[in-house]
Nanobody
Framework: QVQLVESGGGLVQPGGSLRLSCTAS???????MEWYRQGPGEQRELVAT???????NYADSVKGRFTISRDVAKNTVYLQMNNLKPEDTAVYYC??????????????WGQGTQVTVSS
């Protein structure tokens, strides 16, 4: 069974930085890896994507502050978050959309890690 294990969340002051990590038990070198977040009372939203080829995309709200990267050999995706703002407070989830051999699209999620930005 595929597992995604996240780490790196915590409490940080506005303007601070955190780095999230997500390690997959399977091999997803051919798949996109993504970070989502869900704030209190809000819907889950896509934050950043890194493709199998290394291309990246970001939500407008985090452009210039967050950087997504991946280490294929370690099956790990990272989210470096700089200049954090209170509105970045959320539970952050790692996500891998995996297209199976039958054409069915599976969605694998991590357990979530809390990020709180507050003074």
């Amino acid at each position: 069974q595929v597992q995604l294990v996240e780490s790196g969340g915590g409490l940080v002051q506005p303007g601070g930085s955190l780095r999230l990590s997500c390690t997959a038990s399977g091999h997803f070198s051919r798949d996109d890896m993504e970070w989502y977040r869900q704030g209190p009372g809000e819907q889950r939203e896509l934050v950043a994507t890194v493709t199998s080829g290394g291309s990246t995309n970001y939500a407008d709200s985090v452009k210039g502050r967050f950087t997504i990267s991946r280490d294929v050999a370690k099956n790990t995706v990272y989210l470096q978050m700089n200049n954090l703002k209170p509105e970045d407070t959320a539970v952050y989830y790692c996500h891998v959309p995996w297209l199976g051999p039958t054409g069915y699209l599976y969605h694998f999620w991590g357990q979530g890690t809390q990020v709180t930005v507050s003074s």
